[in-house]
């Protein structure tokens, strides 16, 4: 049949769908088998049933997912009445078998062997659930070999799924020849489509919709005042259709240009103050910016394009009466800093700035999770780039320091807020890119930039540069450690001496807490387990403790020793500064074990901070017992003996007596400090308090809040230790087994190498009162011993004048001096 109907159309094209009808081979009624071809035609009333039923399942697209609409034949029919072509899709339970095919040429081995009947002489019944004008527009594409998609007039998208691949072919075919009879006669107009599209008219196409989509003749109108709603009406209708029609309508938006074309129209309607115009445009924008498409979106980060299209989206007539002021904001308020690189960096920086902008400002006022997704994974690329070039491109970097190094102050602070804004930039791209950039800024000196920032008395300089060294210390802290110990190697002025003079001077509160987290992170060497790098952090702490310490903690020396019972307030700076060192004093006796030991034991540093004790500051008290908790917990005896030589338990009952009936933040820490000394059973701090201070406990004890503690130490005033009765002999050869065994050095499982110092350090720590315990024992077991051997001398006299006794073996004397 097909054949026949390309002869006939191409021999003349003037005539009338109809007469693509040849006659029929089997009349109305006549229900009798018959011998059929594929292309075999049955007519049924005014129906013509073009080709043998295929079986298909028919899907309509509802919300975002495609639903099952049932299971039938589908055939292409020809309605004479209306003199029209149909697609046609009968259920299966109603189609009926009218004969045996008879084309032994057929090419596809499995073709159905029956003619199945898909018309009957009315198709308005519930026996179909498809028929469907064929549309004289080419929406219809093959997906996947055997499925047919395309959208009817009312915006429905459906699909046919066939069984096999010749029934496809077949329908596919059908589509093709109606089509192609259209475009014959002139009843559409195709000069608006692309050379490279291919639809089914054309002869080449393969059918391949996925290699070589079809697009629909999308056209709109050049803009005007008055057809403005008319192309808004436009747009969302073919946007509200499947991916394909959007796709084509963006595609055919950005090839011909159109937003350009509406920008003399927007300025137009905004000078003639015509809201209506500017509403319809604000429309035409979003439905544009909500298909999601991103290459419309980088189209728009073109200077002479996006400030007309966020100008268009400032009018919304969800906002009738306002105007949202985009354009002000990014023309005179936000600021993005370049350098004068070459061109094609300079113009992505800026259109990553404007891409930043619509993602997190523009386009929050109908953001859906769809188009944050794009927008988030664009900025991502856009940034990428940006630091990937600053990576590779030494030239970039030497820019900056040349700037730094002679140009002017307006040009210096523009490169130090440049590379802050780069340091931003980086912490949003993945963690290797980001760690690289760090590093490759520290290897090529770029913390000079950093030293002259802090340096500066510009507060956004200054802090500019703060930010920049905090980002770079919280992903690589340890090239900025070399980078000191290059600049000792070089005898040029230590990075790390800077930053804390700068710690002391500077007035900035906010800058001094992050001045003191940078200090912290530079002393902070416990996670370089590498033996090459722990021989460099060795080499680092000894310079440290030797040159930069003492001047780090100067200002708590500074402190007056004996103050009065409360001193006046400090200078908030001076407080601050006060409570920072504090925190850094705590950090490096946790960390830093006997460096920081030895250096609390030989400075000042202890007795001085005592006096923020008497601060009527709370924080500077909470600091200084913070300090005294720390060192009491290194459970260090040097340390313990230190705290009682500066007078430290004598200054904190003190504090407690004071505060306790207040019940407040400082009592408590207070009490914790004296919680220590009991949990953890240090028997000489205790005994020095019993010693000492009996009277300031007893009256602690008398107050509630304090009473568990101090009532402990007061009635437990000393451990007894266990006797053992000299009655039994039995009773004295366990106790020296046992004594043996406890007094035994322990030996480790594996024998490491610093055992022996491990060992030492355990022998200079040996708790006095122990020993005194261990003496004590010892001399009353050779009392013991002494009354045992004077009782066996009895004895042995006995045996000279009383011939009657028995006879009592002499014992043997062991190596202590016991008998056995």
Known sequence: MQQALQRDHVDDASEPLRDFAPPTEQGEGSDAPTQLLFSSTVTRGNFHQCGSGRRVKLYALKGQAWMDCGTGYCAGVYNEEKDEALLVVRKEEFCESIGDVADAAAPVLDAPQSYMLVVRASLDTDDFILCSPVAEEDVYQRQQDTLVVWTEPDGTDLALSFQ???????????????????????EVSFSAWSDKSKSALDPEFSGEL????????????????DNLGYIDAALRDACMHSVLTREKAIEWVLSTDYIRKLIPKFDAAEHGEDLAALHRLYNIMRTLVTVNDNVLVEYLLQED??????????????????????????????????????ATMETKIAETYRLVYLKDVVFAQFMDDALLSMMGSLVYFYQSDIVTHCVTNPRCLEQLLEIVANSDAAQKREAVQFLQQLCAMAKQVQLAGRVNLFRTLVERDVLRIVE????????????????????????????????????????????????????????????????AEMVKSLLDVTQEQHEKKSAESERYLTWVYEACIESLFTPLKTLPLGAPARVERHAVPDAMLYTLLCDLLCFIVQQHSFRSQFYVLTSDVLKHSLTLLQAREKTLRLAAVRVLCVCLASNNQFTHRHLVAIGALAEMLRVLELEAPRDNLVS??????????????????????????????ERLASIPASRACFSHFLLHEGVQPEQTSPESLDGLQAGDEENYFASEEATPLVPYSDDDEEEEGKEEEIDTETLDLSLEKMR??????????????????????SRDAPMIPELPISANGQRG
């Open 305 to 342: 394009v996006f400030f007309a299209a966020i100008g268009m989206l400032e009018y919304s007539p969800a906002l009738p009466t306002m105007k949202i002021g985009f354009r002000e904001f990014m023309q005179h308020t936000v600021q993005h800093h370049v350098v004068d690189f070459d």
């Open 164 to 186: 096999e691949l010749e029934g496809c072919n077949e329908v596919w075919e059908f589509l093709s020849e109606v089509q192609h009879h259209f475009l014959l006669n002139g």
């Open 780 to 801: 009353r077991r050779k009392c013991a011993s002494a009354d045992e051997d004077d009782g066996i001398a009895r004895l042995a006299k006995r045996k000279h004048t």
């Open 210 to 225: 996925d290699d070589a989509p079809s697009r629909a003749p999308f056209a709109l109108p050049l803009p005007e005042l």
């Open 452 to 515: 002259y920032a802090l340096a500066q008395s510009d507060r956004t300089v200054r802090n500019a540069g703060a930010y920049m060294l905090s980002v770079i210390l919280e992903y690589d802290a340890g090239c900025v450690r070399q980078y000191v110990q290059r600049q000792l190697d070089s005898s040029e002025r230590p990075f790390l001496t800077m930053l804390v003079d700068l710690l002391h001077a500077t007035p900035d509160l906010g800058l001094k807490g992050q001045l």
């Open 668 to 697: 408590s820490a207070v009490l914790g400090f004296f919680e220590l000394i009991r949990r953890n059973d240090m028997q000489k701090l205790a005994s020095e308090l019993r010693a000492s201070h009996r009277s300031a406990m």
